[in-house]
């Protein structure tokens, strides 16, 4: 079993033969993902150690005393937390030695083909189409709410393969290279103004099966996997005190003692209290991490994440008054990151109603908190056994 002291051991070799100061970023981290310092709780040879997961904060302690780059994780969130993991469990041996180094290292990046314009709240509802032909399938289709499609080199994506069968059967996963002849992204102009996300239109474009990831027809099953991550990543992101939205309104409501309201101050200290409460849950549920796999909490940590962030941009807008309706720029950006604290009070605004939608609405992950979590009965549903293709649409 390795121990702290092997771990710190093995990150001052690191240090040793690849100092940072001189050191390429990019071959630096490539080296730290063949060292198994990348995430120790991977296995040996896949970036990883087969340790504990509580080790890894022992490395980036280290690391990041040393000055050492780290991977961006902001920039390739969606493959390091929703990819790597999907992969990890249900990809085989090839595509894990294929995939997971330049998804860590960042040189490649990843983007999520699961939304789509007819299957958004209810996803298992999808239509994009596989068709198998020879060693390949052959997928058709449109995607939307894509991040970072713009920029990704590959795409995870659920496809349906069988419509003869209910909708969350008949569904498979799919490795898709975002180049392959056929794909097309598209912007997806927001309210913001900007494109973050976008719209892909999936015509004839040929998936080799060795690109699909677990059996043919169980791609609901793996997409699980996907989501449960996905939450965890976007509602448990680690931050420091007042890191995140409401930081830019306490800093407001110490340096601008003018804008002051009783009610206003209220409602302040109302957020800044389940703020807190949201980030140390959110250490919470990564310590629930280190015992295993995410569980349906992640998703009360998003539905949280959504709602904070909805009214303290609220607040910040009523704070400020009619400086708080002035918007820094409204053309149209290409963004790989959501600025949340970068911007103006009108951007974060605008920017936190797309919070209730992307990795899930809210009104989904109500009831997968009532019945995943609080074990209330389900949601009569009335199309579970219906084949899809007898679906009304």
């Known amino acids: 079993m390795t121990d702290t002291t092997e771990v710190r051991s093995l990150t001052k070799e690191l240090l040793a033969s690849h100092p940072p100061a001189t050191t390429d970023r990019t071959d630096f981290l490539k080296a730290r993902f063949d060292a198994g310092l990348a995430w120790v709780h991977y296995p040996v040879g896949l970036g990883g150690l087969g340790a504990p997961r509580s080790l890894q904060a022992v490395v980036d302690a280290e690391l990041a005393a040393a000055g050492a780059p ?35 290292v960042g040189e490649e990046v990843w983007c999520q083909l699961f939304s789509e314009p007819g299957a958004g709240s209810d996803l298992a509802a999808l239509g994009t189409r596989a068709v198998r032909d020879g060693d390949h399938w052959v997928v058709d289709g449109q995607k939307v709410w894509t991040s970072s499609a713009h920029v990704a080199r590959w795409a995870i994506l659920i ?28 912007p997806l102009r927001q309210i913001t103004g900007e494109a973050e996300f976008n719209e892909v239109f999936l015509t004839g474009v040929r998936i080799p099966d060795s690109r ?33 939205m409401i930081g830019p309104v306490a800093k407001t ?33 990564r310590q629930q991490l280190v015992a295993g796999q995410p569980g349906p909490e992640g998703s009360g940590m998003k539905l949280a994440f959504a709602r904070l962030n909805q009214e303290i941009s609220g607040l910040e807008v009523e704070l400020r008054g009619d400086e708080g309706l002035l918007y ?31 990795g899930g609405t809210s009104e989904v992950l109500l009831n997968i908190v009532a019945e995943r979590v609080l074990g209330l009965p389900s949601e009569p549903r009335s199309d579970k056994d219906i084949a899809w293709k007898d679906l009304s649409r």
């Open 159 to 186: 496809a349906r393969t069988d419509p003869t069968l209910p909708k969350h059967q008949g569904i498979t996963y799919f490795l898709c290279d975002m180049t392959d002849p056929g794909v097309e992204v598209r």
């Open 253 to 285: 409501w110490r340096e601008r003692p003018e804008l002051r309201t009783h009610e206003l101050h209220r409602r302040l200290l109302d957020l800044w209290v389940d703020a807190e409460v949201a980030r140390l849950a959110g250490e919470r549920l």
């Open 212 to 244: 699909r990831l677990g059996p043919v027809g169980e791609g609901w099953k793996v997409a699980q996997t996907t989501l449960m991550n996905e939450r965890v990543s976007i509602g448990g992101s680690r931050i420091p005190r007042e890191g995140g």
């Open 328 to 358: 820094d720029d409204w053309t149209m950006r290409r963004p790989e990151l959501v600025d949340f604290t970068g911007r103006d009070a009108g951007y974060r605004y605008l920017r936190s109603k797309g919070n209730s939608i992307e």
């Open 70 to 104: 780290d991977n961006d994780p902001r920039r390739i969130g969606i493959g390091l937390g929703m990819a790597a993991p999907t992969i990890l469990r249900f990809g085989t041996d090839e595509q894990k030695r294929r995939l997971l180094r330049p998804l860590w």
